[in-house]
């Protein structure tokens, strides 16, 4: 499978604790998108990497909230003291813009729950 | 701000009917939009995108119509399937590579 994967697919965890997510793009895809989406809404942009940039934050990314893509390759997403309002499916995209068109491919997503 | 939105909610459609699925974007700049289809756990699948430059764009049994003046943008699925079933999305991408989704419109066909 060439596609968008990401891992955890489901995460469950207690408020206040930290959880970290990985998004693996499709290969030579040089950007990289992190949404979010909560049931019944469209995804809502959180940020994105050009190679290993992080070239945009949303403002809805709180301070607690944090990604990297050390590599160009793979990123993480990590959220500090979750609280019950980051439960969500977070969703990873990646994209290789060209003559003006930037098809982005979504991953599976990962559903975090927080208790 | 910008918005995108759809008109309906939900759209319930015999099996082998047309459907139509229609969104409306607010920024006038916008010049790339992109539909997505979503079923229930999964991330958003890529249908059809379309630029400003054009009116409609076909792909396989779907075609995107894109109205510049009145700035509305419509999904036509033909022949409609069970299999078609899942949360429809468009998506402004104006924004140089961030997308707007506007908030969706859930499909169900009847057979």
């Known amino acids: 499978d060439t596609g968008v994967s990401q891992n955890p697919r489901h995460k469950i965890t207690k408020r206040g604790q930290n959880v970290t997510f990985r998004c693996d793009p499709i290969?030579?895809?040089?950007?990289l998108y992190w949404y979010r989406q909560t049931l019944g809404q469209g995804p809502e942009f959180l940020t994105y990497?050009?190679?290993?940039?992080?070239?945009?934050k949303s403002r809805l990314l709180s301070d607690r909230f944090s990604a990297e893509r050390p590599k160009g390759s793979f990123s993480t997403l990590e959220i500090q003291r979750t609280e019950q309002g980051d439960s969500a499916m977070y969703l990873c995209a990646s994209s290789r813009p060209t003559s003006g068109r930037e098809t982005q491919y979504f991953g599976p997503g990962t559903r975090l729950l927080v208790l | 701000g910008e918005s995108v939105g759809l008109h309906l909610p939900t759209l319930s459609v015999q099996e082998g009917d047309n459907s139509i699925i229609n969104c409306a974007y607010s920024n006038s700049a916008s010049d790339y939009f992109i539909w997505y289809k979503q079923e229930s756990g999964k991330g958003p699948q890529f249908i059809i995108d379309?630029?400003?430059?054009?009116d409609k764009r076909q792909g396989q049994r779907v075609t995107v119509l894109l109205n510049k003046t009145v700035k509305h943008l419509s999904l036509q699925i033909a022949a409609t399937q069970p299999g078609d079933s899942a949360v429809y999305f468009c998506?402004?991408?104006?924004?140089?590579?961030?997308?707007?989704f506007g908030q969706g419109t859930e499909l169900s066909v009847k057979p």
């Open positions: 290969s030579e895809h040089n950007r």
């Open positions: 998506a402004d991408g104006y924004q140089g590579g961030k997308l707007i």
């Open positions: 379309i630029r400003s430059n054009m």
């Open positions: 990497f050009q190679n290993e940039a992080q070239l945009e």
